[in-house]
């Protein structure tokens, strides 16, 4: 079956910085992928997406991820982090392209320090 | 673009209440619609999802239900909280057979606290 894991619950970088959130999945097939940002108290917003292709995708607000195959992982990064992407993150992946269903990790809290 | 109303943004209830939450989507019709829970620390999970009117699917045995009296109308229910029903519920829409060309659309959520 698959399944999203996503390592880290918390992660605090400080302004400027570079952000790497990981992200790895279980699928048996080519596996269509996403990253998605919540802000507090919101719903979610799609920030990219791989579903094949390029491996390296970019996404909005600066951000990119790279499909590894071989490393079953789709890493969300960012060169230089800001204030306001102070967020959680979630990775997903497709479940069944007919329907739309996607699993979700558990989810990426980022604080971002001044 | 499609924008999704949910509405209460809170709502407090007592173990043994009812509950009925109402998603609404604009700006699309025949979407597929869903219910995901956002319980704290727990991600996201798939409640509910429906393809078209009156066609629901559980992706997980619960107590709550749900239903689609309208195109783009999605309701979620329960005869009688529990505790464990506490979470942050948030409806999503995304174009019909998009085969996820279309990204989810999600509503604001609803933040429900069975006390």
């Known amino acids: 079956a698959q399944s999203v894991t996503q390592p880290d619950i918390h992660i605090t970088v400080s302004e400027g910085a570079s952000l790497e959130l990981r992200c790895n999945y279980s699928y048996g097939a080519t596996p269509y992928l996403f990253w998605y940002v919540q802000s507090p108290g919101q719903g979610l917003q799609l920030l990219l997406k791989y579903f094949s292709g390029d491996t390296l995708v970019q996404g909005i607000k600066g951000f990119e991820a790279e499909f590894k195959r071989s490393q079953s992982s789709f890493n969300l990064r960012k060169p230089s982090v800001h204030w306001s992407d102070a967020a959680e993150y979630f990775c997903?992946?497709?479940?069944?392209?007919?329907?739309?269903?996607?699993?979700f990790g558990q989810g990426t809290t980022l604080q971002v320090k001044p | 673009s499609q924008t999704i109303h949910q509405w209460p943004a809170t709502l407090v209830q007592p173990v043994g209440s009812p509950l009925s939450l109402e998603c609404t989507v604009e700006g699309t019709s025949n979407p597929n619609l869903y219910w995901y829970r956002q319980a704290a620390g727990r991600g996201l999970q798939l409640l509910f999802y429906?393809?078209?009117?009156?066609?629901i699917s559980s992706e997980v045995p619960q107590n709550l239900s749900a239903s689609r009296p309208q195109d783009r109308q999605f309701i979620l229910s329960s005869k009688k909280l529990l505790l464990s029903d506490s979470g942050f519920y948030l409806c999503?829409?995304?174009?019909?057979?998009?085969?996820?060309?279309?990204?989810?659309?999600f509503g604001n959520g609803t933040r429900l606290t069975v006390t």
């Open positions: 999503a829409s995304t174009r019909t057979g998009s085969s996820y060309n279309s990204p989810l659309h």
């Open positions: 429906s393809v078209g009117i009156g066609q």
């Open positions: 997903a992946v497709g479940k069944e392209s007919n329907t739309g269903k996607l699993i």
